[in-house]
């Protein structure tokens, strides 16, 4: 049995307030709970609990929909892995993914939920990114418009928490080396803590290949990155070998179905 490095949750109704062309959780939200608030919690604390056990020490909340829609869900979970620590089970790193957008227009969501999440160990929040540019931002989500990524990156850090960019690569928007340097150096600039960066895949859980930058874009984007991190920006593109870990079931993922399983298409 191979160890397992990181384990997903998959928390919340699946209620979205973007219309991602290509969105992975389209698939899972017919199993998705119709309530925000209901959780498995005995199936959850097994597979916490089991996969600590198997080395896991990283957590990774995220959704069929958009999380922060469900807070109370999110909540209910933190506090559940919070509370292990009574039993010396401590994960050492807790991340919630996010498209940013309620973060961004809601002032009242984030005094009332980050501050919390963080005092029950939540310390990163991952925003999927597509551009820079607001308006172009708006149009890949779907959406009228899309908040200011310097109000997300502010309101995240006056949590007291880490704000990391997911960038989503595409042919047709961020295709080359050169529109990539220009995108990691903007969020930097807007103050993004890490830039992580990932070519679209398809519904078999495997890289777009006509969809996604060529091999040799990724090739130089990956070598740039590596060459261009500071100590206050971390900078990554995955890539296939990157994928390596979910192949060998390294990092496993608890489905709204039930399943806990290393690939989206399970």
């Given at each position: 049995m191979?160890k397992?490095?990181?384990l997903?949750l998959?928390?919340?109704?699946?209620?979205?307030?973007?219309h991602c062309?290509h969105?992975a959780g389209?698939l899972?939200?017919?199993?998705?709970?119709?309530q925000?608030g209901?959780i498995d919690?005995?199936?959850?604390?097994?597979?916490?609990?089991?996969?600590?056990?198997q080395?896991a020490r990283?957590?990774?909340?995220?959704?069929s929909?958009?999380?922060?829609?469900?807070?109370i869900?999110?909540?209910?979970?933190?506090d559940?892995i919070?509370?292990?620590q009574?039993?010396?089970?401590?994960?050492?790193?807790?991340?919630?993914?996010s498209?940013?957008?309620?973060?961004?227009?809601?002032?009242e969501f984030?005094?009332?939920y980050?501050?919390?999440?963080r005092?029950?160990?939540?310390?990163?929040?991952y925003?999927?990114v597509?551009?820079?540019?607001?308006k172009?931002?708006?149009?890949v989500?779907g959406?009228?418009?899309?908040?200011s990524?310097?109000?997300?990156v502010?309101?995240?850090?006056?949590?007291d928490?880490r704000?990391?960019?997911n960038?989503?690569?595409?042919r047709?928007n961020?295709?080359?080396c050169e529109?990539?340097?220009?995108?990691?150096e903007g969020?930097?600039?807007?103050g993004?803590?890490?830039?992580?960066?990932w070519p679209?895949?398809?519904?078999?859980?495997k890289?777009?290949?006509?969809l996604?930058?060529?091999?040799g874009?990724l090739e130089?984007?990956?070598?740039w990155?590596?060459?261009?991190?500071?100590?206050?920006c971390?900078?990554?593109?995955l890539?296939e070998?990157s994928?390596?870990?979910?192949?060998?079931?390294?990092?496993?993922?608890?489905?709204?179905?039930?399943?806990?399983?290393?690939t989206w298409c399970?």
């Amino acid at each position: 049995m191979n160890k397992v490095n990181s384990l997903g949750l998959f928390v919340g109704t699946g209620d979205c307030n973007a219309h991602c062309k290509h969105c992975a959780g389209v698939l899972h939200r017919k199993y998705a709970p119709k309530q925000d608030g209901t959780i498995d919690k005995d199936l959850l604390y097994k597979t916490i609990k089991s996969c600590y056990e198997q080395g896991a020490r990283s957590i990774s909340i995220s959704s069929s929909g958009e999380p922060t829609l469900s807070p109370i869900a999110v909540t209910k979970v933190l506090d559940l892995i919070h509370r292990m620590q009574e039993e010396d089970i401590n994960y050492s790193w807790i991340n919630l993914y996010s498209n940013g957008i309620r973060i961004g227009n809601d002032k009242e969501f984030c005094n009332q939920y980050l501050g919390q999440w963080r005092n029950l160990g939540l310390q990163t929040l991952y925003i999927t990114v597509h551009d820079l540019n607001e308006k172009r931002n708006a149009k890949v989500y779907g959406v009228a418009e899309y908040p200011s990524l310097k109000k997300i990156v502010s309101r995240i850090h006056s949590a007291d928490l880490r704000a990391r960019a997911n960038v989503v690569l595409t042919r047709d928007n961020i295709g080359t080396c050169e529109k990539y340097i220009s995108m990691a150096e903007g969020l930097r600039k807007i103050g993004f803590d890490h830039v992580s960066a990932w070519p679209i895949r398809n519904a078999d859980d495997k890289m777009d290949l006509e969809l996604s930058p060529s091999p040799g874009e990724l090739e130089k984007m990956g070598n740039w990155a590596e060459t261009h991190e500071t100590p206050n920006c971390r900078l990554r593109v995955l890539r296939e070998k990157s994928h390596e870990s979910y192949e060998k079931g390294e990092k496993l993922t608890l489905f709204p179905d039930g399943t806990l399983s290393n690939t989206w298409c399970n």
